[in-house]
Structure formats: structure tokens, C-alpha cells
């Protein structure tokens, strides 16, 4: 995947440039914090450009501009979190609408859906997406939605994108697909047919683990004054502390993901020939069943990697005895992370079609030096 030829600025260039022009006011070449929550108003009802916080905010709309742009989207909205985010996506959304939601994605998205807004009204099914047929024989007339998670967590599925898009828009609806993994650097699904992206912010796009939250882009106009409304009505908006911190990140984002690529296609090299591992999960290995998908859709293989091992206590013990990685939930920082997932990320989806064995462990492999991180990995299995 290569960014556009001709004038069209290239990714690393616009991570930095777009909506990140020096500050009017003093020429501060890094967006300020607008740390205020109202905003004088010369006459009344008539504004300047905000009136409320809630409704707007310079630092939020310098993080939507540039996040839309990597995405090669029109309109870009910040929320308090991932699943804010998805939240008010599904709201505009209403009740006896159908959702098709991938067999494999993060524990909160199906909790969302089968805890909060089943109970709304909303249907979904689960399907393995890596099946095309499969995916095709779910949708009802009242499919609205196409979720796709790719490549998903945590068993780093690969789905294609183009198709499923294809598959959404024959039965008029959209398809949505969670770019969290991937980063707009590494697959742009707009480009390839999809109507929506959502991301946890908290993760690659931020980049550092110091902050929570999430977005939307799409290039949908209807769809865009959608969610502008319910971004304010609903509120679950970042504060602008929040919104600096990930514009921060957008602009190291290029330079990251290459290690964490590099990072993560060693370590998953070393773990596929190491004698305690069962099977290994990464796109970038040869042998994956989605890795010529990832090779069509993505720039590269991503930072994520899970591996499985012979029992539960194992990888009870392997998480436990790590000293580079970190046993922590989330992922995406530049330090590396070890977690099980069975009773931490998607401990939610226990007893449901999305339940994930507990010998699986996953890896989220930070910019370390890999040799630094395959020995940490040695030790902790020997």
C-alpha cells in the first residue's frame, strides 16, 4: 500500500501538517491545550466559532482533521473512548436493525452488543467473516451493519475488507470496520470500500499508554452530521488534554509502526520454531491463513502476536515471568505487553460464540530491540 503520487502530501508529512497550522494567536507550532469548557460570546446566541465544549473544542477538531486525513476520510470525531465511540455509532442505528459482528473481536464490542443494546433492540449475529459465504448467508433484510475487526482480537483473523464491503452494500448497509490494529498507516479501509472506521485511540494512534479514548472517520456527509449531532447530545467527548496527547501521537505514528512491525514479525519468527509453542498467530508468517489478504491490504503485518502453549498454567506461568513485557490489558504503547486473554481483555465473552481458550497468550510488542525482547520471551518459556 503506497501513498498517493503526484502533489498529495504522503503520510508521515501529513501526520505533522494537517490541522496542526501554528496557533494564530503566538505562532505555537504544537496546537494548544484549550483547556476551558465555555467561551465568551461577543452578542448573544451569536458565537465566534464555539459556544460550549461539549459541542467543540480547537484542540478536538486539530486531532479530528489530521486523524480523517491519515484515514483519507472527510470527517473525523473524537470520543472519550473506544467504546464510546462505537456507542454513538450504533445509535444512529435503530431499534430491529441487524448487526453482523465478526466471530473474533474485542471482549467490549460483543459486551456492548449483547449486554447494552440487545436490550434496545438491537439484533446482531456473530460470523466468522473469514468465510465469505458464511458472511453472505447471515444477512437479514434487516442488516444494517457489517462490523468488521481486522486483523482482529485476539486471534489475528485477517478479513477482506473489499469484499465484505461488497457484501454489506448489496444488502444496503454499511460496513464498518475497527482500523485499531491496523492504524491508517498500515490500511486505509475507506480506500478499499468500507463506509466507517473506528479506532481505540488508547492504542497505536496515542501510542504512549497515557491517555484514553476514541474515534470515527468516514467520508459519508449524512452519516458525518449524524454524528456530529450525537457526539454532542450523547457527550462522550475527550477532553482536550486528552485530544493533545493523541495528536502527539499521530505525528510519531509512521515511525512507530515500523518498529512494532519489525518488532513483532522477529519475536513471532522465534516463537513459530520454539519447541513450547503450539501454534502462532501473526499475518506476517508465511503460513497464516489470512496472509495474502494482509499482504493485498496492508502495508504491513502489525505489532500484534498471539501464541498458544500446552495448558492454562502454562501461560499462567509464561505472562507471570516476563520482565520486558509487561502483564497489563491494552496494548499499542511502545512498551510491550504480555496478557491472557481468556480472564482479561475478553473475559466478556465467556460462554458466548466468541470465546477465546485459555492457553491463548497475546503480545503486544512495543519498539524495544526485538533480540531484547525474543530473549525475554526464551526465558519466560524455558
Known amino acids: 500500500m503506497d501513498d498517493p503520487p503526484g502533489d498529495a502530501l504522503r503520510f508521515e508529512t501529513r501526520a505533522i501538517h494537517a490541522g496542526q497550522e501554528p496557533d494564530e494567536a503566538f505562532g505555537s507550532v504544537n496546537v494548544p491545550i484549550y483547556q476551558t469548557s465555555t467561551y465568551a460570546q461577543p452578542a448573544v446566541g451569536r458565537p465566534k466559532r464555539y459556544d460550549y465544549a461539549r459541542g467543540g473544542n480547537p484542540t478536538r477538531e486539530a486531532f479530528q482533521t489530521a486523524l480523517a486525513s491519515l484515514e483519507g476520510g472527510t470527517s473525523g470525531l473524537a470520543f472519550s473512548s473506544g467504546l464510546g465511540a462505537e456507542t454513538t455509532l450504533l445509535l444512529t442505528l435503530s431499534p ?9 473481536v474485542y471482549g467490549g464490542t460483543y459486551r456492548l452488543l449483547a449486554r447494552v443494546l440487545q436490550g434496545w433492540g438491537l439484533a446482531f449475529d456473530v460470523v466468522d467473516m473469514t468465510d465469505l459465504d458464511a458472511l453472505r448467508e447471515a444477512v437479514r433484510p434487516q442488516t444494517r451493519a457489517v462490523w468488521v475487526e481486522t486483523p482482529t482480537n485476539p486471534l489475528l483473523k485477517v478479513i ?32 478499499l470500500g468500507a463506509d466507517v472506521v473506528v479506532h ?21 456527509d449524512e452519516l458525518a452530521e449524524r454524528l456530529a449531532f450525537l457526539q454532542n447530545a450523547v457527550g462522550a467527548v475527550p477532553g482536550p488534554m486528552d485530544c493533545y496527547l493523541a495528536l502527539r501521537g499521530l505525528k510519531t505514528l509512521a515511525v512507530r509502526m515500523q518498529a512494532h512491525c519489525r518488532g513483532a514479525h522477529a519475536v513471532a519468527g522465534s516463537l513459530a520454531a520454539h519447541p513450547k509453542v503450539v501454534r502462532v498467530h501473526y499475518p506476517g508468517l508465511p503460513d497464516h491463513p489470512g496472509h495474502a489478504i494482509a499482504a493485498r491490504q496492508m502495508r504491513d503485518f502489525g505489532g500484534m502476536v498471539s501464541f498458544e502453549v500446552a495448558s492454562k498454567d502454562e501461560a499462567i506461568r509464561v505472562v507471570q515471568s516476563t520482565q520486558l513485557f509487561f502483564l497489563a ?51 519466560a518459556l524455558a
Do not use: W
Open 96 to 104: 430491529g436493525d441487524h448487526v453482523l459482528l465478526a466471530n473474533d
Open 200 to 220: 481505540s485511540v488508547t492504542k497505536y494512534l496515542g501510542g504512549h499508554s497515557d491517555l484514553v479514548g476514541g474515534a470515527i472517520v468516514t467520508s459519508d
Open 160 to 191: 477482506d475488507i473489499a469484499a465484505a464491503a461488497d457484501i454489506a452494500h448489496a444488502a444496503d448497509a454499511r460496513c464498518v470496520v475497527d482500523n485499531t490494529f491496523a492504524t491508517p498507516y498500515l490500511q486505509r479501509p475507506l480506500e
Open 329 to 379: 490489558e491494552s496494548l499499542g504503547g511502545v512498551e510491550s505487553l504480555i496478557e491472557v486473554p481468556a480472564p482479561m481483555t475478553h473475559a466478556s465473552v465467556a460462554g458466548s460464540p466468541l470465546e477465546i481458550s485459555d492457553t491463548l497468550i497475546r503480545l503486544s510488542v512495543g519498539i524495544e530491540h526485538p533480540d531484547d525482547l525474543i530473549q525475554d520471551l526464551a526465558r
